[in-house]
């Protein structure tokens, strides 16, 4: 819990994922069904500094796989000003800010691919260019979406990336950013 403490210590709140078989003892159970509880460094084998968080366990639905379950632990302990059901949601918002960076990282540039610049100026303008193609590639994801009637996060981002890919070396000229 060292980690924990210095982010807190700075006055940061977090919210954290552990692992959905931890064992977090229920010491007051709140309103929203979330509850307080302690944690310990794993360090900590005599459970003599623990750390009081709150924990909300929740499953996800619609991600088209069984629901699994997850439990999140968190500073912010007002069960009213920050229900459980918003904190799970926000957690959710956080790995789709995770998958963007894998689709730059990742799909896009390629997962050994390296910036090939040699210059300051160069890789600063390699990294803009990937920005910009990925800017591209999400309006077109929006207006295919808009389109359709769906919600942008339901097109992959990966058949987009084939699909502009091949319409730029077949078709020169039918993509424009």
């Not at 692992?19 to 509850?35: E, I």
């Not at 499953?59 to 059901?85: F, I, N, W």
């Not at 990937?130 to 058949?159: K, N, P, Q, W, Y």
């Amino acid at each position: 819990m060292p980690l924990w403490r210095a982010f807190t210590s700075s006055g940061a709140d977090l919210l954290w994922r552990v692992p959905a078989n931890r064992v977090l003892p229920v010491d007051r159970m709140l309103r929203d069904g979330s509850w307080l509880s302690r944690i310990h460094a794993a360090g900590d084998r005599t459970h003599t500094d623990p750390v009081t968080v709150r924990v909300v366990a929740y499953q996800l639905h619609g991600t088209g796989r069984a629901a699994e379950d997850y439990r999140l632990v968190t500073t912010l302990s007002d069960a009213r000003r920050y229900p459980a059901r918003q904190l799970a949601a926000l957690y959710q918002e956080r790995w789709e800010a995770e998958a963007v960076f894998a689709e730059l990282k990742t799909h896009q540039r390629g997962g050994r691919t390296v910036l090939s610049s040699k210059t300051p100026d160069g890789v600063v303008q390699q990294v803009w260019a990937h920005l910009l193609v990925h800017h591209a590639l999400r309006e077109l994801m929006a207006r295919t979406a808009a389109t359709r009637g769906l919600d942008a996060d339901r097109i992959s981002f990966t058949e987009t990336l084939c699909f502009a890919r091949r319409s730029v070396t077949v078709t020169p000229g039918s993509f424009s950013p």
